[in-house]
């Protein structure tokens, strides 16, 4: 069973936009942050935007300007609004959440399985 589901991504012209949803599993106790990451070919996975426990948004500078958060660590959900895209916004986007699987389990980090994001004219 996924603890957290993704969807969104595809592929879109330079300057389109994209948006990309992530929810956690019902099956989840609580979830105390969310980020969105992604990962280029070649490249190291990168921090695109996050939530915190104390509910501050943090963006990438390459983000900031063109991509928009909405969220709620309480509600389990985390979407990110990409505008403006660019080629080098290809990536594949992956969720990411500390989350507690139950009442007594204790706070772990946990990844989807990705989406793919293609800019491409």
């Known amino acids: 069973q996924e603890l957290l589901v993704e969807s969104g991504g595809g592929l879109v012209q330079p300057g389109g936009s994209l948006r990309l949803s992530c929810a956690a599993s019902?099956?989840?106790?609580?979830?105390?942050?969310m980020g969105w990451y992604r990962q280029a070919p070649g490249k190291e996975r990168e921090l695109v935007t996050s939530?915190?426990?104390?509910?501050?948004?943090h963006y990438a500078e390459y983000a900031k300007g063109r991509f928009t958060t909405s969220g709620d660590n309480a509600k389990k959900v985390l979407d990110v609004q990409m505008s403006d895209l660019k080629p080098e916004d290809t990536a594949v986007y992956y969720c990411?959440?500390?989350?507690?699987?139950?009442?007594?389990?204790?706070?772990?980090?946990?990844w989807g399985q990705g989406t793919q994001v293609t800019v491409s004219s």
């Open positions: 990411y959440a500390r989350m507690r699987e139950n009442k007594l389990s204790p706070i772990r980090g946990y």
């Open positions: 019902g099956v989840i106790f609580s979830v105390d942050a």
């Open positions: 939530i915190t426990s104390d509910g501050v948004t």
